[in-house]
C-alpha cells in the first residue's frame, strides 16, 4: 500500500510527510519536508533560516517515536509560524518590498523610531 500524503499549510509554513525526490515530494510515513515561505512574504538571512530549522528540527525530534497526524503537524506548523512572528518583532526578519502581495500578516513593518 502506498503512504499517504499529509500537508499542514500555514501562511508561512508548509509541511509534508514526504521527503524530496528530483523536486518531487515522496511520501513518507517517517520524513518530514518543511518549505519555508513559499510566497517570499519576508527577506531571509541564512541566520533566520537557520533559526527556523533548528527548531524545525527540535520540533520533529520531539515528535519522534509518535504519531505523524494532521495535528502534530499543524502543532509543528502553529510552533514555527509563532518563531517567524517573533523574529519579525525582533527587527530579525522584514517583509519583502518585492512580494507579490504585501498583506502585513504578521503585523505592521518596524519602522525608526522619530526623535
Avoid at 510527510?17 to 528530483?22: L, M, Y
Avoid at 533566520?48 to 506548523?77: H, M, N, P, W
Avoid at 504578521?106 to 519602522?111: F, S, V
Wanted: hydrophobic letters at 35%; proline letters at 4%.
Amino acid at each position: 500500500m502506498a503512504d499517504t500524503l499529509l500537508k499542514c499549510t500555514t501562511r508561512h509554513i508548509r509541511l509534508f510527510t514526504a521527503r524530496v525526490e528530483k523536486e518531487d515530494l515522496v511520501p513518507s510515513t517517517n520524513e518530514l519536508t518543511l518549505d519555508l515561505d513559499p510566497d517570499n512574504e519576508f527577506i531571509w538571512s541564512e541566520h533566520c533560516i537557520s533559526q527556523v530549522q533548528q527548531r524545525f528540527k527540535q520540533l520533529v525530534d520531539a515528535a519522534a517515536g509518535g504519531e505523524l497526524s494532521d495535528y502534530t503537524l499543524r502543532r509543528i506548523g502553529t510552533d514555527l509560524e509563532g518563531l517567524i512572528r517573533q523574529l519579525l518583532q525582533r527587527g530579525e526578519l522584514s517583509y519583502n518590498p518585492d512580494a507579490r502581495v504585501q498583506n502585513f500578516s504578521m503585523g505592521l513593518p518596524r519602522t525608526p523610531e522619530l526623535l
